[in-house]
């Protein structure tokens, strides 16, 4: 059984910085994707950056240029770190693994709030 523990997330004034981590444990093939997702209120949740085991990242254009993934493969954590944060970042984030022939594993959600 996988599981994703996230850690990170809270309260930060706009234009300032966070840095949210995900570790993964269990039975995890050296080939998988993490990434992060998020939900604001009233939205839809949305894919805000993946990054591949050998390193391929993707953003939303709503966060690139701000956000950066990257990902320890030896200890399978991913982290985001979040810099020139908005008001519009305020969103529950969630981690996620992708593995091939297994359904998508989520971390619990972690808030994030961005205001003065």
């Known amino acids: 059984q996988v599981q994703l523990v996230v850690s990170g997330g809270g309260l930060v004034q706009p234009g300032g910085s966070l840095r949210l981590s995900c570790a993964a444990s269990?039975?995890?093939?050296?080939?998988?994707?993490m990434g992060w997702y998020r939900q604001g209120p009233g939205k839809q949740r949305e894919l805000v950056a993946g990054?591949?085991?050998?390193?391929?990242?993707r953003y939303a254009d709503s966060v690139k240029g701000r956000f950066t993934i990257s990902r320890d493969s030896a200890k399978n954590t991913v982290y985001l770190q979040m810099n020139s944060l908005k008001p519009e970042d305020t969103a529950v984030y969630y981690c996620?693994?992708?593995?091939?022939?297994?359904?998508?594993?989520w971390g619990q959600g972690t808030q994030v709030t961005v205001s003065s």
């Open positions: 996620y693994l992708d593995q091939s022939y297994r359904n998508r594993v």
């Open positions: 990054i591949t085991s050998p390193g391929s990242a």
């Open positions: 269990g039975s995890i093939f050296p080939i998988n994707t």
